[in-house]
């Protein structure tokens, strides 16, 4: 399976009849999906003047992403996306507000780790419903295939420009601008993608067999997990090490700047290796691009100037890309029948799970030892799940089930 996409099956996919409102929607949606964590993460900082404190507030919100996207996403896959699209966004946008009068009133950490939890569980599943919604408008070819490495590039850009942006709006007058402007951005988007006429119209798909497990019922599908979680434990240690590292020389807004450097290479070289993935086989590449991923972050321990480490973040950021979209593409795979909405939540589940506890732990390791420790903690977490996903590579089996059906743009 070599899953390669070419600009014209990109072209195919996002003009098909139909498309172009949630897909914009979506983008408007996804935009801010992890921005809402670190603006979360950078604003208790600036309050509570601690980044352990921050870090665990805003692992709090992660561990609620990673909950709540397996449960919408098997109820979107039995329901439908639309209704708890809209159940969801009204629930996340009164838990943003709870917490920001929590912040604001100064509420023990306790509080404030609770609240950014239920953000995250209410935090509306764009992702997954939208990865999903392909496999209703395209048939299986290279048309879906280019829709699916789309999915995955444009939530990288977002991954790594979210986060930037919460980096420069914490330097707004007031700190809690940057997650009010990402609750505002995700809930829009997150309403206009429901109510959309395709959208509207996608019924529940034929699904396969009943292990409790669900979509993570397939050996594959647990090893294309673990890859997932190795990329998110990657990503949180640097997430949280290179803001400490601009705040430490005395330039913090360059946090936010020095995280968007990472989209530089990282879409770039993304389009490219979707058009010619490597190693071909999909078994093999998972470990691959995770461990080679890991092995380019370890050298940015070493730098002692902001430039220096900006760099170096620019060789090692072309490998994220490249990973989302062999899991995003693994899905179809690995992943039962009729279960496409819940499988790609089991993917946001293992990222975010992996950055909650990367980032929890950068957090303490910056404070206390220092930057380095965290990038050296980064790598060595990234190769040891890189080697065991290799172990597991004999898992990935494609799943011989029913397709969903398609459905007919209004």
């Known amino acids: 399976m070599s899953n390669s996409a070419s600009i014209a099956d990109f072209r195919a996919a996002l003009t098909t009849p139909g498309a172009r409102t949630p897909v914009l929607a979506s983008l408007l949606a996804r935009m801010p999906i992890a921005m809402v964590g670190l603006a979360l993460l950078l604003y208790v900082q600036r309050e509570t003047d601690s980044f352990a404190v921050a870090g665990f507030v805003s692992a709090g919100t992660l561990v609620g992403v990673a909950i709540g996207a397996v449960g919408q996403g098997r109820i979107m896959d039995r329901t439908g996306p639309t209704r708890p699209l809209l159940v969801a966004s009204g629930l996340f946008v009164a838990t943003v507000v709870a917490e920001i009068v929590a912040i604001e009133t100064r509420q023990h950490a306790v509080a404030l780790v609770g609240l950014g939890w239920l953000i995250g569980l209410t935090q509306p599943m764009i992702s997954s419903a939208s990865r999903a919604l392909w496999t209703h408008l395209l048939p299986p070819g290279p048309a879906r295939q280019a829709a699916i490495a789309y999915e995955a590039i444009s939530l990288e850009v977002f991954f790594i420009l979210g986060p930037a942006l919460a980096g420069i709006l914490v330097a707004a007058p007031w700190a809690g601008t940057a997650l009010v ?4 951005c995700m809930t829009v988007g997150a309403v206009g993608f429901a ?3 395709v959208v509207r119209a996608v019924r529940p798909a034929p699904r396969g067999g009943g292990s409790l497990l669900g979509a993570l019922g397939t050996p594959g599908m ?3 997990a673990l890859a997932a979680l190795g990329f998110g434990v990657t990503v949180g240690f640097v997430e949280v090490a290179i803001p400490a590292a601009a705040t430490n020389a005395g330039y913090a807004p360059l946090g936010g700047m020095m995280l968007a450097a990472w989209s530089l290479t990282s879409v770039v070289f993304g389009v490219f ?12 590449r998972l470990p691959f691009l995770l461990g080679v991923f890991a092995l380019f972050v370890a050298p940015m321990a070493i730098p002692s100037s902001l430039l220096g480490l900006a760099l170096l973040s620019l060789v090692a950021g072309m490998w994220i890309t490249p990973q989302s979209t062999t899991h995003s593409m693994s899905i179809d795979v690995v992943a039962p029948g009729g279960t496409a909405t819940e499988a790609f939540g089991w993917i946001v589940t293992s990222v975010t799970l992996g950055l909650a506890g990367g980032q929890s732990t950068s957090g303490y390791l910056v404070e206390h030892v220092g930057v380095w420790a965290s990038f050296l903690s980064s790598s060595v977490a990234g190769l040891a799940i890189a080697v ?3 172990l597991r590579r004999h898992t990935i089996v494609e799943q011989r089930l029913p397709a969903p059906s398609l459905v007919t743009a209004a």
């Open 181 to 184: 402007a990402s609750a505002v």
């Open 195 to 197: 109510l959309s006429a």
């Open 222 to 224: 647990r090893t294309v």
């Open 273 to 284: 290796y979707a058009a010619r993935p490597w190693p071909r086989q999909t078994n093999l």
């Open 388 to 390: 065991a996903v290799w």
